[in-house]
Nanobody
Framework: QVQLVESGGDLVQAGGSLRLSCVAS????????MGWHRQTPGKRRELVAA???????DYADSVKGRFTISRDNAKNTVSLQMNSLKSEDTAVYYC?????????WGQGTQVTVSS
């Protein structure tokens, strides 16, 4: 059983930056995809960014050009650099990891962007 622990969530002003990190309790090398979703009250969890084992990335249209996802298999870490933050980026951000058989989720980290 792999555990994912997120960190880096905070309160920031619009236009600012944050870096989220997700550390896995075990090796992430075998995970097909890792990434971040986010959720606000009353809404469905939505994909923010994902990165495959071959470092191919995918982003939600709303964050393209502002967010960058990276993956370091040696450190069992996936990170999300968030720049030019907007109030609509306010949400709980969840790290996830997809293997051939299972999807793992972290507990979430709160990002609040004040306008």
């Amino acid at each position: 059983q792999v555990q994912l622990v997120e960190s880096g969530g905070d309160l920031v002003q619009a236009g600012g930056s944050l870096r989220l990190s997700c550390v896995a309790s075990g090796s992430i090398a075998s995970f097909l995809v890792m990434g971040w979703h986010r959720q606000t009250p009353g809404k469905r969890r939505e994909l923010v960014a994902a990165i495959g084992s071959g470092q191919i990335t995918d982003y939600a249209d709303s964050v393209k050009g502002r967010f960058t996802i990276s993956r370091d298999n040696a450190k069992n870490t996936v990170s999300l650099q968030m720049n030019s933050l907007k109030s609509e980026d306010t949400a709980v951000y969840y790290c996830y990891a997809l293997s051939a058989t299972t999807t793992y989720w972290g507990q979430g980290t709160q990002v609040t962007v004040s306008s």
